[in-house]
């Protein structure tokens, strides 16, 4: 298993729609997890952090599974400016670093 | 506050000539981070400061490529004979400590003529 994987999509939705994504990785022993967005041209920004069993932030929900490894961003009520690349970030073997999956596009169109 | 800052923002060097980068982390951040990012790729992991400690350099692709980060805050990329595989964004982060969040410059965009 690599150590980030994600379905590259795209996604396409319609606004108001829900769209979830999902990501494995392979170190079980991580025990945190990001996800970042990244605009078109523009810096990775972080959208949120992943300690626990999950997070939620208004619109944006993130799941761990730590059985499956995976974990999930659901985005309920889809807005245009959702548009981005989501990148799922998980803590290499050594702890040291942090992997950067190569990201999900999303399209919202209304 | 101030975030992480990069310059130059955009840098056109011809094929051969040496580059240097610079990153200014956000104070008093301890871990610094460079990552390249080509045209519709994903993240490419270079070299990682953390406090004193010896950099994890793991990450760099030749011997051509280089970095220092002098007394703990600014950091300098140097890519040396410039190669046009070397094209593309080359972005820094910082975090508080090592795979704690992490927080990202706006790039310098470097083209290899």
């Given at each position: 298993?690599?150590?980030?994987?994600?379905?590259?999509?795209?996604?396409?939705?319609?606004?108001?729609?829900?769209?979830?994504?999902?990501?494995?990785?392979?170190?079980?022993?991580?025990?945190?997890?990001?996800?970042?967005?990244?605009?078109?041209?523009?810096?990775?920004?972080l959208?949120?952090?992943?300690?626990?069993?999950?997070?939620?932030?208004?619109?944006?929900?993130?799941?761990?599974?730590?059985?499956?490894?995976?974990?999930?961003?659901?985005?309920?009520?889809?807005?245009?400016?959702?548009?981005a690349?989501?990148?799922?970030?998980?803590?290499?073997q050594?702890?040291?670093?942090?992997?950067?999956g190569?990201?999900?596009?999303?399209?919202?169109?209304? | 506050?101030?975030?992480?800052?990069?310059?130059?923002?955009?840098?056109?060097?011809?094929?051969?000539?040496?580059?240097?980068?610079?990153?200014?982390?956000?104070s008093?951040?301890?871990?610094?981070?460079?990552?390249?990012q080509?045209?519709?790729?994903?993240?490419?992991?270079?070299?990682?400061?953390?406090?004193?400690?010896?950099?994890?350099?793991?990450?760099?692709?030749?011997?051509?490529?280089?970095?220092?980060?002098?007394?703990?805050?600014?950091?300098?990329?140097?890519?040396?004979?410039?190669?046009?595989?070397?094209?593309?964004v080359?972005?820094c982060?910082?975090?508080?400590?090592?795979?704690?969040?992490?927080?990202?410059?706006?790039?310098?965009?470097?083209?290899?003529?």
């Amino acid at each position: 298993r690599k150590e980030v994987e994600q379905d590259p999509g795209p996604f396409n939705v319609p606004e108001g729609a829900t769209v979830a994504f999902n990501c494995t990785y392979s170190n079980s022993a991580s025990q945190s997890f990001f996800w970042y967005r990244q605009d078109c041209r523009k810096e990775p920004k972080l959208l949120m952090s992943v300690y626990s069993s999950g997070n939620e932030d208004g619109r944006f929900t993130a799941q761990l599974n730590r059985a499956s490894q995976y974990i999930s961003l659901l985005i309920r009520d889809s807005k245009l400016s959702d548009s981005a690349t989501y990148l799922c970030v998980v803590p290499n073997q050594a702890g040291t670093a942090l992997i950067f999956g190569k990201g999900t596009t999303l399209s919202v169109s209304s | 506050g101030a975030g992480v800052s990069q310059s130059p923002s955009n840098k056109v060097t011809e094929k051969g000539k040496d580059v240097e980068l610079r990153c200014d982390p956000i104070s008093g951040h301890t871990a610094l981070y460079w990552y390249r990012q080509s045209l519709g790729q994903g993240l490419e992991f270079l070299i990682y400061f953390q406090g004193n400690s010896a950099p994890d350099k793991s990450g760099l692709p030749s011997d051509r490529f280089s970095a220092e980060r002098t007394g703990g805050s600014v950091s300098t990329l140097t890519i040396q004979r410039t190669q046009q595989e070397d094209s593309a964004v080359y972005l820094c982060a910082s975090s508080f400590d090592r795979a704690y969040e992490q927080y990202f410059g706006p790039g310098t965009r470097l083209t290899v003529t």
